[in-house]
Structures are given as structure tokens and as C-alpha cells.
């Protein structure tokens, strides 16, 4: 059964970077598969962050994709997401994701419990 | 504001039908690019429900269906039950980019 973790700073000071870890179990992530960010803030819609394949090859939304770098780490099986310079905007649920191609398209078949992310000072 | 554009809320007695819909454009929905649905429970993480505009991951209910004609996709729920309470997102692409609907709120009466 795939598993995803996610792990980081509940608490992140503005204009600081946000960085978080997902840890992958139950699956290597080289063998495939896309691999993204999504985050939902209070009482509001999701909103997708970034995606990554094993390969390297990202795609970024792009109202974040001056902030936002996504990388995997095969040998440790893990996703990283590091977010600059954030606002209180940027507060949010934070979900790890694993997507499935289909056609053009990829949806997301397996999601993290996600981590909550507060900006304060 | 989304690019996907789904009613803030519906509601539903028990053992009804209700349908959740989701309009995009020639860009996204309209261009070919399939249409995918979450069903979010209260405090939970969101979980894959319709993929590919109409077809049930294994373990979803035949009582949830999903269509897609033109620039528009439904999600259909027939026998209304008090645990399908939550919040339904619908997600596709635009340009190439992925994209979710804002999300309704679905009521059990």
C-alpha cells in the first residue's frame, strides 16, 4: 500500500522559505509516476502547486512558479517542496500527492494526511 | 476564482439524486482534456472518486457516476446516503496545466 508522509515547520516567519519533505513508502518513486503539490488554505479550494516525474521533468503553476522549487530524492524516496518568500497567503493545508497519467492528463490516486503551514511572525 | 467553475453548494434529502457540475471553456474541459473527481470528507485529505471523466476507482460506489459533454462535466450521486456529506472537487487541465473547480459543498438534508 502506498503511503505519503508529510513532514515540516508548522510555523514559518514571513518572507522566510517554507520547505517540506514527503516521504514515500510502499513504492519507489523512480519506478515511475508523477509526483506534486497540492495546498488548500482555510475554508477555501485546492490549489496545485507543482508537479514532478522521477525523470526531473516539472511543470509549475504558474501564479507560484517564481517561488516554488519541487525536487525528488530517488535514494532517499522523497519529495521536497521549497516555497520563498511567504506571505500570510501561504497559509495552508499542504497535501504530497502521487499522480497517474491518463492520456494528457494526470489525477492524483494517492494523497498525504497533509501538513498544516502557518505564517506568523 | 477558478477556472473550473462548480456551485458553491447543493443539498439532498436521503435516497435522492443530486448532480454536481462543473463548467470550464474552450481551453480546458472544451479541449479535449479529461475530467477527474475528489470527494473531500470533513478533516480529511481529498480521495480519488470519478477519474477520466466517468470511471470509479475500485471501492467507490456505483452510486457515483460522472460525465463530461462540451465544455461542462457532472458528478451525479444517486441514493443520497448522510456519509456522501462533504465537499467535491472536480479537476482537469488548462493549457497543459493542471486545474481544480472551487469545490461544492454537498448536504445531506
Known amino acids: 500500500q502506498v503511503q505519503l508522509q508529510e513532514s515540516g515547520p508548522g510555523l514559518v516567519k514571513p518572507s522566510e522559505a517554507l520547505s517540506l519533505t514527503c516521504s514515500v513508502s510502499?513504492?519507489?518513486?523512480?519506478?515511475?509516476?508523477?509526483w506534486g503539490w497540492i495546498r488548500q488554505s482555510p475554508g477555501k479550494g485546492l490549489e496545485w502547486i507543482a508537479i514532478?516525474?522521477?525523470?526531473?521533468?516539472?511543470h509549475y503553476n504558474p501564479s507560484l512558479r517564481s517561488r516554488v522549487t519541487i525536487s525528488v530524492d530517488t535514494s532517499k524516496n522523497q519529495l521536497s517542496l521549497r516555497l520563498a518568500s511567504v506571505t500570510a497567503a501561504d497559509t495552508a493545508v499542504y497535501y504530497c500527492?502521487?499522480?497517474?497519467?491518463?492520456?494528457?492528463?494526470?489525477?492524483?490516486?494517492?494523497w498525504g494526511k497533509g501538513t498544516t503551514v502557518t505564517v506568523s511572525s | 476564482q477558478s477556472v473550473l467553475t462548480q456551485p458553491p453548494s447543493v443539498s439532498g434529502a436521503p435516497g435522492q439524486r443530486v448532480t454536481i457540475s462543473c463548467t470550464g471553456s474552450?481551453?480546458?474541459?472544451?479541449?479535449?482534456?479529461?475530467v477527474h473527481w475528489y470527494q473531500q470528507l470533513p478533516g480529511t485529505a481529498p480521495k480519488l472518486l470519478i477519474y477520466?471523466?466517468?470511471y470509479r476507482p475500485s471501492g467507490v460506489p456505483d452510486r457515483f457516476s460522472g460525465s463530461k459533454s462540451g465544455t461542462s462535466a457532472s458528478l451525479a450521486i444517486s441514493g443520497l446516503q448522510a456519509e456522501d456529506e462533504a465537499d467535491y472537487y472536480c479537476?482537469?487541465?488548462?493549457?497543459?496545466?493542471?486545474?481544480f473547480g472551487g469545490g461544492t459543498k454537498l448536504t445531506v438534508l
Open positions: 500527492a502521487r499522480d497517474h497519467a491518463y492520456g494528457v492528463t494526470t489525477y492524483v490516486d494517492v
Open positions: 510502499g513504492y519507489s518513486i523512480s519506478s515511475g509516476h508523477y
Open positions: 514532478i516525474h522521477y525523470s526531473g521533468t516539472t
Open positions: 474552450y481551453s480546458n474541459i472544451g479541449a479535449g482534456y479529461d
Open positions: 477520466g471523466n466517468s
Open positions: 479537476q482537469s487541465y488548462d493549457t497543459s496545466l493542471k486545474v
